[in-house]
């Protein structure tokens, strides 16, 4: 057997589970009173944060099959999310099953496509863990909660978000990024690039 032949069964760089796991925990202290307050993303409230996050994660679960169809297909800015009236089932069902895909080192070769855009494997699953870093961080910081993630997973998100000379805005995905001291925590720093300030607070 040789090298080429084993690429199949490789073990994936990025585990999305933690990630996953994280925006799970964060859930059962969300009560119905909290879905109307300020989240660090101005278009959102908490409610549609979470049918923002809900969305994600069928659509990345779906980019990671190569299952291209109606939730890949549609941008994330083309309209508010609607909250599911059962999203709390639903939600930690679709972060268990976009975890799950991207188990699979399928998921990370060749050509796939999510919020309309057709990018490589690998990139996609970079993102998706982008996506559920910082909006876990968005939602934990809008319900008052603690939050915290690993290096590995960091460092994989700051590469993503960090600009480059000849695409210093980042193809218009992200928000100009905000200053960080270098010495800050890696989490802050990763925050900052994503365009959020770290200090954010509701009515701060």
Same mark, same amino acid.
């Given at each position: 057997?040789?090298?080429?032949?084993?690429?199949?069964?490789?073990?994936p760089?990025?585990?999305?589970?933690?990630?996953?796991?994280?925006?799970?925990?964060?859930?059962?202290?969300?009560?119905?009173?909290?879905?109307?307050?300020?989240?660090?993303?101005?278009?959102? !409230?908490?409610?549609?944060?979470?049918? &923002?996050l !809900?969305?994600?994660?069928?659509?990345?679960?779906?980019?990671?099959?190569?299952?291209?169809?109606?939730s890949t297909?549609?941008?994330?800015? !083309?309209a508010?999310p609607?909250?599911?009236?059962?999203?709390?089932?639903?939600?930690?069902?679709?972060?268990?099953?976009?975890a799950?895909?991207?188990?699979?080192?399928a998921?990370?070769?060749?050509m796939t496509?999510?919020g309309?855009?057709e990018?490589?494997?690998?990139?996609?699953?970079?993102?998706?863990?982008?996506?559920?870093?910082v &909006?876990?961080w968005?939602?934990?910081?809008?319900?008052?909660?603690?939050?915290?993630?690993?290096e590995?997973?960091l460092?994989a998100?700051?590469?993503?978000?960090?600009?480059?000379?000849?695409?210093?805005?980042?193809?218009?995905?992200?928000?100009?990024?905000?200053?960080?001291?270098?010495?800050?925590?890696?989490?802050?720093?990763?925050?900052?690039? !994503?365009?959020?300030?770290p200090?954010?607070?509701?009515g701060?």
């Amino acid at each position: 057997m040789n090298d080429d032949t084993r690429t199949d069964t490789a073990v994936p760089a990025l585990d999305l589970g933690p990630a996953a796991r994280r925006v799970v925990g964060l859930l059962d202290a969300i009560d119905d009173d909290r879905l109307g307050g300020p989240t660090p993303c101005p278009d959102y !409230s908490v409610r549609e944060l979470l049918a &923002h996050l !809900s969305g994600l994660a069928a659509a990345f679960r779906d980019a990671a099959r190569k299952d291209l169809g109606a939730s890949t297909a549609v941008a994330p800015d !083309s309209a508010l999310p609607v909250l599911d009236a059962e999203w709390r089932e639903v939600l930690p069902r679709r972060l268990e099953q976009v975890a799950a895909a991207w188990r699979s080192p399928a998921a990370w070769t060749g050509m796939t496509r999510a919020g309309g855009v057709e990018l490589p494997g690998e990139v996609a699953g970079a993102v998706a863990l982008d996506e559920l870093l910082v &909006h876990g961080w968005d939602l934990a910081r809008a319900t008052g909660q603690p939050y915290a993630a690993e290096e590995a997973e960091l460092r994989a998100c700051a590469a993503l978000l960090a600009p480059v000379d000849d695409d210093p805005d980042r193809g218009g995905i992200f928000g100009p990024p905000v200053p960080v001291p270098d010495d800050a925590p890696l989490l802050d720093r990763v925050i900052g690039l !994503s365009g959020r300030r770290p200090d954010w607070r509701p009515g701060g």
